[in-house]
Each structure stands twice: as C-alpha cells, then as structure tokens.
C-alpha cells in the first residue's frame, strides 16, 4: 500500500488559522480530529475539490468561495498543487500544477453577487484547458462521503473535455453551471453527488455485484486455460501405456481433501457442486485391472479443481471478507452472493430486502466498504466525514479494522474527520489533532 497524497498546507483558513497535516501514515488512514470550528470539513472539502479534475462540476467555483490564503499540496506521484491569492481570501486565485520540469498555472477570474463567487467565462481560455488536462494526468480516483451523506466521485480521465473546431470546450452536461458546496449533479447520476442514502446502498450493492462477477469470471477463465493444459495429457496418456502412477490411498485422500475445501466456492456458486462420495466409492470398489485407466482420467480431474481453486482463491477471499464484514454487523438480515444471481439483501425468512429499508447506519457501512471493495483495479483516495454519524458505539468501536480489512493489498488512502472517541482510540498513530497543529496566522 501507498499513500496518495502526502501532506497538505493551508495559510490563513477562515483568516484564522494556519496548519501544515502530514499525511503520510504507516496504514494509510489519516484521522484529522479537533474542536468544532477548527476547519477539519473545510479541509476535507478543498483536498476533494483541489484533486477533482471533474468540467462543470463547480469544483474550482468551490474554492473561490472558500476563505484561505494559501494551498499547498504534495502528492506520492511528485505532482504539486499550489492555490493562492494576491490579497483577498475569497474570489480570484491562482492554480498551479506541478511535476518534475512541467509546471502549468491558471488564474480563476470571479464575479462576486449576494450569493458568493462565480467563476467567469472569460477565464475558461487555453490554459485553463492544459491545466485540467494535465490534472486528469497526475489525478486519481476520489470518493467523497461528506457529513450530509452525499456520495461525491470524480474518475479522472485522459480527455476530460471535448472542443469543437473554435476551439470551444463542449462541457458535458450543457451550459457551464457552478455550485457552491450543493450536490454537483442530480441524485441519480453514479459520477457526482447522490443524495439519496436508499439509492446510494442499491447503487453499491449493483457495483459490488458486477466486481464480484468480473474477478469471478476472469480467474475461472485462467483456470480454464491451465485445466485444458491437463485434459491434452489425458489424450496422450490414453493413447500410450503408460503405467499408473498414484496409489489408490493417495487417490481417495486427494478426494476428500477437495470434498473439504469446494464446500467454500460452491455456496458463492463460483464452482459446480460434486459428489465426492460417490466418487470415492465407485472410484474403491473398482476392479484393479480398471483402475489403470481410471487413474489415467482421475489424477487430471483432481489436477484441474486444484488448478480451478488456486485461479479462485483470492476471488474467495475477496467475497468472504466482504459478506462476512457486512454480515457480522447486521440484525435479522444478511448479504447473500451466488454468482449465477447476483448479490441480495435478506432476512432471516429468506425474504428479499430492497437496500432502501436498511437503517441509515446500515447503509452508511454498505455504501463506505463496497466503495472501498471495487477501488482494488486503481488507487483511490476515500475522504470521509463523520463516519461516526448513525453509527452506534459498538460500530464505531469496530469501523476502522473492517476499513482496514478491505484496503489489504489495495493502493488507497482514507483520510477522515471524526468526533469519535472509539474512532480515535483504536489508531492514535493516525491521529492528526488540528488543536496541536494549528498556528493562529
């Protein structure tokens, strides 16, 4: 694992404070914790909006209205963000990026009304352009749970804009819109902010299901290549003479190894059910001058679901780890996965559950550990506010070892605010305390 993004700098927040938070912790989950008033969803705020290279989103009409004087931010790929303003702490600033000998800025023009800052459109020119270009080159993937439980995201991409012949950016959505810390677009749309905590927990559950079907289907399409691999050996061997080469003992006690260990694939229905004990049975009371050929096809059948569960032992590990976490956490209901029908919510009754019914905890952790679940195939960052918010104490207690379990093996960072004493308690080596690391400007 990786941190994403190492430290940031901020000068002047609310024209008060000043604080230099490193980032760089030993398992990548930063936990910023002080009083009320100290900036730590501010702070959250202009890392998600600084790092989104999202066109028309309001990310940068975001930071106009936020008050500061300076930005600075560092990143693990040895890109740089600079923010910064002449005198004001709101309205116009200056965007700089940079990477090695390449350094790109852009200055933000705005136009102030009774409602705050609106970027202008005089200031969407050419560099503008290679500045939003060059962020989507040095960005990363960025989830956003913010205090309001809306569901932020921003992917960045290799052509973030299109442009017609004049040179003219095409923005994605219509007319080029801002928003001043509202849901950036409507609650159905899976690439901004979802309000709607129902729809978020369905839209998780769809997004796990596919990840889930995706790493099946791969790792069974290797174990299919290795599996034909040993069938072309059963050809051969049939058409030569050659002698047996494992003893009956070896034979059943292979078998009953596999009988133990199929049981955990096949309730995920990622392999076929087998009857074993027919096997071994049929496979005992045979005659010993057919088991020549019997082992000529039975040593290749033992080989192939070896080849089969070793191509799938991660896929298993990655679906245990997450229906267990859920699971061990829910009441008089449970996550059910096959692969053949997907992932589903039900009650002890076996009676289907529409994610929408789950409490507002519930959902909370659905939304937080499928989020982090899928970020496995790039690195991510995951910016979260309050997690504690409907969660009760106990649930607190045990958030941050289930985020822990999920980020095994994965190149993601979470930084969080909380209030939490349970929260705090459990990694005080993460612990950013903005009461200590604030310096009045």
């Known amino acids: 694992?990786?941190?994403?993004?190492?430290?940031?700098?901020?000068?002047?927040?609310?024209?008060?404070?000043?604080?230099?938070?490193?980032?760089?912790?030993?398992?990548?989950?930063?936990?910023?914790?002080?009083d009320n008033g100290r900036g730590k969803s501010?702070?959250?705020?202009?890392?998600?909006?600084?790092?989104?290279?999202?066109?028309?989103?309001?990310?940068?009409?975001?930071?106009?209205?936020?008050?500061?004087?300076?930005?600075?931010?560092?990143?693990?790929?040895?890109?740089?963000?600079?923010?910064?303003r002449d005198n004001n702490l709101l309205g116009d600033y200056i965007m700089t990026l940079k990477q090695g000998k390449r350094k790109i800025s852009h200055k933000f023009i705005t136009t102030q009304s009774p409602e705050g800052f609106d970027i202008t459109e005089a200031g969407i020119d050419r560099s503008y352009l290679n500045l939003i270009q060059m962020q989507a080159e040095i960005g990363t993937h960025i989830i956003y749970l913010d205090s309001n439980r809306r569901l932020f995201v921003d992917r960045p991409s290799i052509k973030p804009f299109d442009m017609d012949d004049d040179g003219i950016i095409l923005m994605p959505n219509g007319p080029r819109r801002t928003a001043r810390g509202h849901p950036i677009i409507s609650e159905n749309d899976s690439d901004g902010a979802i309000k709607d905590t129902g729809a978020m927990a369905l839209m998780s559950l769809r997004r796990v299901n596919s990840h889930f079907n995706k790493i099946a289907s791969i790792a069974s399409d290797i174990g299919e290549g290795k599996i034909h691999h040993i069938y072309a050996k059963i050809i051969s061997d049939l058409a030569g003479t050659s002698k047996r080469t494992i003893e009956t003992i070896k034979v059943t006690e292979a078998l009953n190894q596999l009988q133990i260990d199929l049981p955990g694939f096949t309730k995920y229905g990622i392999m076929p059910q087998i009857d074993f004990d027919q096997i071994i049975n049929k496979y005992k009371n045979a005659k010993d001058d057919n088991k020549e050929n019997i082992d000529k096809v039975i040593e290749p059948f033992i080989k192939s679901l070896r080849e089969r569960m070793s191509a799938l032992k991660d896929v298993l590990d990655v679906i245990d780890g997450f229906i267990s976490?859920?699971?061990?956490?829910?009441?008089?209901?449970?996550?059910?996965?096959?692969?053949?029908?997907?992932?589903?919510?039900?009650?002890?009754?076996?009676?289907?559950?529409?994610?929408?019914?789950?409490?507002?905890?519930?959902?909370?952790?659905?939304?937080?550990?499928?989020?982090?679940?899928?970020?496995?195939?790039?690195?991510?960052?995951?910016?979260?506010?309050?997690?504690?918010?409907?969660?009760?104490?106990?649930?607190?207690?045990?958030?941050?070892?289930?985020?822990?379990?999920?980020?095994?093996?994965?190149?993601?960072?979470?930084?969080?605010?909380?209030?939490?004493?349970?929260?705090?308690?459990?990694?005080?080596?993460?612990?950013?305390?903005?009461?200590?690391?604030?310096?009045?400007a």
């Not at 829910?330 to 039900?346: F, H």
Request: include cysteine.
């Open 42 to 84: 501010i702070i959250l705020n202009i890392i998600f909006h600084a790092l989104a290279c999202g066109i028309n989103r309001g990310h940068k009409t975001w930071l106009a209205n936020c008050s500061f004087k300076e930005v600075y931010m560092a990143l693990s790929n040895g890109a740089e963000i600079y923010l910064l």
């Open 1 to 34: 694992m990786k941190n994403i993004l190492n430290s940031i700098r901020v000068t002047k927040l609310f024209g008060r404070y000043d604080y230099l938070i490193n980032l760089e912790t030993w398992d990548n989950i930063a936990i910023i914790y002080g």
């Open 325 to 440: 976490s859920i699971n061990a956490l829910l009441l008089d209901k449970k996550i059910e996965y096959i692969y053949c029908r997907g992932l589903r919510m039900i009650t002890t009754d076996e009676t289907e559950l529409h994610p929408a019914k789950l409490s507002s905890g519930e959902k909370h952790l659905l939304i937080i550990l499928s989020s982090l679940l899928v970020s496995g195939e790039s690195d991510g960052l995951y910016i979260i506010d309050e997690p504690e918010i409907s969660l009760n104490v106990k649930w607190q207690r045990e958030f941050l070892p289930l985020i822990t379990g999920q980020m095994k093996m994965k190149n993601s960072q979470v930084i969080l605010s909380t209030h939490s004493m349970e929260i705090i308690g459990q990694n005080r080596k993460s612990l950013i305390n903005l009461n200590k690391e604030q310096r009045h």
